[in-house]
């Protein structure tokens, strides 16, 4: 009976193991196959790789969409560890009734439906356009701008800053640091693996990003990864072999992500519920 | 560091501190949290009044009136709302209780320290958290299309006789765009479960098992109870995600057929982009998932007893 058991639980396992990969595996072998052999649902390797790559690099573009991704992934990332570690250090280590109050204001921000926020959001880039045209729709900075304050990496550094040691921040003060040097020189290099979680998540988060850049961007030059392949797919005479290669492009950055700093990575995914 | 804390740790002789220094540190504190506190009102908070303000106007484009809550009054008699409501309640009734009992299932199997191969199911179940939503969604659309991967896996098992039109059937649509969401997060919940399953008690299980507690008593009476809390948050971020959905419904189905996919954001997405623009009805659709979001967190926190 026991052995039953292990067996049909092994078995649930594998299968669902199986379900989580194969589009993985299909999507990478499809990325060597043509269009009619990807609607087929062809299981093998194809010879169609360079082709498809020919196209993806040229007609396609994708070089265009990976530099713009990375440019707004990097920018959102490095703005949001900046903004939100500040804030989640200033509500912890100088702590006080009035900013709890503020804190779980903040914290309200993170029920509100994006959708709920996406017109008046367009709204106001539309009114910035006219005076500064860097900041307005179809410029980068909009696709970027609301997304990189959030109350949820506020909340993961408050949480993690709990576990930083105090002491740590008199010691600075004794040694005659200013309380911006503590933060920077004490309290930054301290708390890296915090940083690290943080960045992976922020970054994935940014890099995925569909709905508000599918709303602000819309000149082709400006197209993120996600854009595109939703583009490509939408297209009259999709190219599915070319797609699939897309696909592959775009979950490249985040998979090497995952495998190389998995326990950073599960750890930012966790966030803010421990502790 | 841990040297440098048991120094420190000694009382500090400098621990009064005069009226300046306190004002001083008050002072600094806001300086810290200021970037954040006006990033947050200015990209949350004035939208929420603004789409607010809006809900209760109308007309096309930029030229807007106020017409008091005629908007409101209009959901009612607006079939495209009724069924870009009931399609995102169907998605989140059917969808995160599915995923959350497998997911836990997943946790509760993936606990047991003599399984085999445990790393393995654990970064493979986990690993369709990696993939953005509109590459997954995509993928989805072709394995699910009529001479799809899965209509011919169908075909040669004989589970079915002519491919099915998992696309262009408004409940079997439906019913691709709930797998689909299923694939995507049942192993990130699994992750949150097992991390919170490490701190159960094993002794629990042990004395469980002593009194004859099967292990289908033994989830239900420690696990479950045990987890509560979490299982709490996550069935809030899911419920909240699920009102928001947009990107899959997008890319599988466009909201097709006929509406039978459509889910609220992309209603709202196609209010304010896709047809003439009427900003303040999508306004007013909106405010429906705000309000649904506020109503169904009650009820989980009321569900779940308020535990924290």
Known sequence: MKQLKRIATYVFLSIAALVSIFPFLWMLVSMTNKSVDVTKGRLLPGTHLLENLKVLFGQVDIMNAM???????????????????????????????????????????????????????????????????????????????????????????????????????????????????????????????????????????????????????QSPDKLTIPLLISNLGSGYTPDYGVIMTAIVFATLPTAAVFFFMQKHFVAGMMGSVKG | ????????????????????????????????????????????????????????????????????????????????????????????????????????LFSVLLNDSTLKFKGFFRVAIFLPCVTSLVAYAVIFKYLFGVDGLINELLLNLHLVSEPLNWLSDPFLAKLTIIMAIT??????????????????????????????????????????????????????????????????????????PANATLSISMYIYNLSFEYTPDFGYAATVSYVIVILVVILSIIQFRVAGDRK
């Open chain 1, 67 to 217: 530099i713009n991704s990375t440019i707004i992934a990097v920018i959102t990332t490095f703005l949001t560890l900046l903004i939100a570690s500040l804030a989640g250090y200033g509500f912890e280590i100088y702590r006080s009734p009035g900013k709890d109050r503020v804190f779980s204001i903040l914290l309200i921000s993170m029920m509100i439906p994006f959708a709920a926020i996406m017109i008046p959001l367009y709204r106001l880039f539309g009114q910035i356009s006219g005076t500064a045209p860097f900041l307005g729709i179809d410029t980068l900075a909009a696709a970027l701008l609301p997304t990189v304050v959030t109350a949820f990496f506020i909340f993961f550094f408050r949480q993690n800053t709990k576990m930083f040691a105090k002491e740590l921040v008199e010691a600075g003060r004794m040694d005659g640091l200013s309380e911006i040097g503590i933060f920077f020189r004490i309290y930054v290099p301290t708390m890296k693996t915090t940083f690290a979680a943080a960045a992976i998540i922020a970054f994935m988060n940014s890099w995925n990003n569909y709905l508000w850049p599918l709303v602000v961007l």
């Open chain 2, 1 to 104: 560091m841990s040297q440098l804390t048991k120094v420190t740790n000694v009382e500090n002789p400098l621990n009064k501190k005069t009226f300046a220094q306190r004002f001083k540190k008050n002072y600094m504190g806001w300086l810290f949290i200021v970037l954040a506190v006006v990033g947050i009102s200015l990209f949350y908070f004035y939208p929420m009044i603004q789409a607010l303000l809006l809900s209760f106007q109308s007309g096309m484009g930029t030229n807007l009136e106020y017409v008091g809550l005629e908007n409101y009054m209009r959901l009612f008699n607006d079939p495209t709302f009724i069924s870009a409501l009931t399609n995102t309640l169907i998605y989140l009734l059917v969808q995160v209780p599915v995923m959350i009992v497998l997911a836990l």
């Open chain 2, 183 to 256: 694939w995507r997060w049942t192993g990130y919940n699994m992750i949150f479960y097992l991390s919170a399953l490490q701190n159960v008690d094993k002794q629990m299980y042990e004395a469980a098992r002593i009194d004859g507690a099967s292990a289908i008593q033994q989830f239900f009476f420690i696990t479950v109870p045990m987890l509560k809390p979490i299982i709490l948050f996550t069935s809030i971020v899911s419920t909240i995600g699920t009102l928001q959905l947009f990107d899959e419904v997008m890319n599988i189905t466009s909201g097709g």
